[in-house]
């Protein structure tokens, strides 16, 4: 069944925990940008997660129906841990949507994301099913602490650990950051270079994906490939169907290709 978040019940707390963490490892920087009435495109922000210091904190409690049945083929099982997911990530949106704080979330799960992918024994141990649940609560608040998450990610990441769900943690927030771009009307591009692009060039690179698609949004997601020789690549659009390549090692190929011809 699709979940149904309770938001009249967001603001019931757990008792408070002291245990302690490494702070947010750094992660990609991702940039967005955002149509304005008055000119093209403005940067909203660029935000790369940075060292914070670790304490203790206070998580929320939030009412969710759901129920998986066990099914006896993987297949099955994983169609079926598939749709929790999404059910789970529609949930959260359609909450955070109805109380005016998607935006907000959604900056704590880019973070939540970046930490678990650059702390990859921290992700296992929330996925241990063996592992007790009081212990992955503080280990989450004590994150939740130390970034500042506004009280529906807490009470969502909670939520999960009471529904045994945590485990699920990286498929749930990729399908909440798809959903939430479809809310939005932003698109998702990734630009590979072969060094790291400053701010400004990744500003015009959002400016020109934005002009070509017109979406409301443009949110980029940079990557480093010293293969390329020189210059970047951009893919875009749905399955990655848009392609722009300014490489050197493009130009390089297209050269060969036509001498090859000639």
Avoid: W
């Avoid at 399955?239 to 490489?247: A, K, P, Y």
């Amino acid at each position: 069944a699709v979940p149904v978040l309770d938001s009249c019940t967001l603001f019931a707390t757990h008792p408070p925990t002291t245990h302690t963490m490494a702070a947010i490892a750094s992660s990609a920087c991702v940039a967005r940008v955002v149509a304005t009435p008055t000119t093209s495109a403005r940067v909203v922000s660029v935000k790369a997660f940075g060292a914070s210091s670790a304490g203790s904190s206070k998580a929320s409690s939030v009412k969710l129906s759901t129920q998986a049945a066990k099914r006896g083929s993987l297949v099955i099982v994983a169609a079926n841990n598939s749709a929790v997911a999404c059910g789970y990530a529609s949930a959260l949106v359609d909450a955070c949507s109805d109380e005016k704080v998607l935006d907000s979330v959604h900056t704590d799960i880019e973070t939540l994301t970046a930490y678990l992918t650059a702390n990859v024994m921290v992700a296992k141990f929330l996925a241990n099913p063996t592992m007790e649940d009081g212990t992955k609560k503080e280990i989450l608040e004590t994150l939740a602490k130390e970034a500042g998450f506004h009280p529906f990610t807490k009470n969502f990441l909670a939520l999960l650990i009471d529904k045994r769900r945590i485990g699920q943690i990286m498929k749930i927030v990729e399908e909440f950051e798809t959903l939430y771009c479809e809310s939005t009307d932003t698109q998702v591009a990734t630009v590979t270079s072969a060094v790291k692009l400053e701010n400004e060039q990744q500003f015009m690179i959002a400016k020109k994906i934005q002009e070509m698609t017109g979406a409301k949004n443009i949110k980029l997601k940079p990557e480093i490939d010293a293969s390329l020789l020189g210059g970047f690549v951009v893919t875009y659009g749905k399955d990655g169907s848009g392609f722009i390549d300014m490489s050197v090692r493009g130009q390089v190929q297209t050269l060969r290709n036509e001498i090859v011809i000639v």
